[in-house]
């Protein structure tokens, strides 16, 4: 008899693709899809995806509705789980190869604090500004309607945050969400502002029964170790490749 896969197994195949899970699942209102391919709203994210085996390789007609997504002469951000770049077809561009790492937070029981607060659309100026000096990733002028965004404040002034992203698989046991954004402005690094934010946003991840995880550079060693201190355990290989669309 076929066993039937359990929650946790589902969840594990979902985290490969989380661009497709998000945007066929619980976010699908933040982009658009087309055959097997995905895309964010361009003023929400970069990010797409289309089926891709480990080495690279998609269907011409998969890769011809990813065109279709982005317009010609477009740009999007391919990710996925695997330890190389995507084999594009004739006429695509591969502007930037990006190495990345998925982090697991099964075991981080995160933990609320009182310093944190929440952001809301009053504080959308200070986050992109925020984001603009200390470039956390990808941040546009849609990316905080994602989910629930926390910062710390010094004098008034926005000097920290962290937030919630993508949201993979289902609700529960069944579900995934990413925390992103993590940032704190030079002058105030080194006194555990990431770590607390974090574990902040993780805490109500967490109290919604979902998993946290996060991404990062497979090069940015100090954020990996931070993580790993907090619990996190590396997971999976990750690709965050930039591609242009033929102009034709």
């Known amino acids: 008899m076929t066993s039937v896969p359990d929650v946790s197994d ?52 998969d890769w011809a509705d990813l065109a279709a997504l982005c317009g010609p002469g477009g740009e999007v951000v391919v990710v996925r789980a695997a330890d190389g770049p995507p084999r594009v077809p004739a006429g695509w561009e591969l502007l930037r190869a990006i190495p990345g790492v998925q982090m697991d937070g099964s075991a981080v029981p995160g933990a609320p604090t009182d310093d944190v607060v929440e952001l809301g659309p009053a504080d ?71 770590r607390r934010l974090v574990d902040a946003v993780a805490a109500g991840v967490v109290a919604r029964g979902e998993r946290p995880v996060l991404h990062t550079a497979a090069d940015n060693h100090g954020a990996i170790r931070l993580y790993e201190a907090m619990g996190f355990t590396l997971a999976r290989a990750m690709r965050f490749d930039l591609l242009r669309v033929p102009h034709r």
């Open 10 to 61: 589902r969840l594990e195949s979902v985290l490969n693709d989380p661009v497709t899970s998000t945007l066929r699942g619980r976010l699908r209102a933040f982009g658009a899809t087309r055959g097997g391919a995905v895309r964010f709203d361009p003023e929400v994210s970069p990010f797409g995806a289309l089926p891709l085996d480990r080495d690279g390789h998609g269907s011409a007609g």
């Open 124 to 194: 959308r100026a200070e986050m992109a500004e925020l984001t603009a000096r200390t470039r956390p990733g990808p941040w546009l002028a849609r990316t905080a309607e994602l989910g629930r965004y926390l910062g710390v404040r010094h004098d008034g002034r926005l000097v920290a945050m962290a937030g919630e992203r993508m949201r993979l698989g289902g609700e529960g046991a069944a579900g995934a969400t990413e925390i992103s954004a993590v940032c704190t402005d030079p002058q105030y690094r080194g006194r555990g502002l990431a």
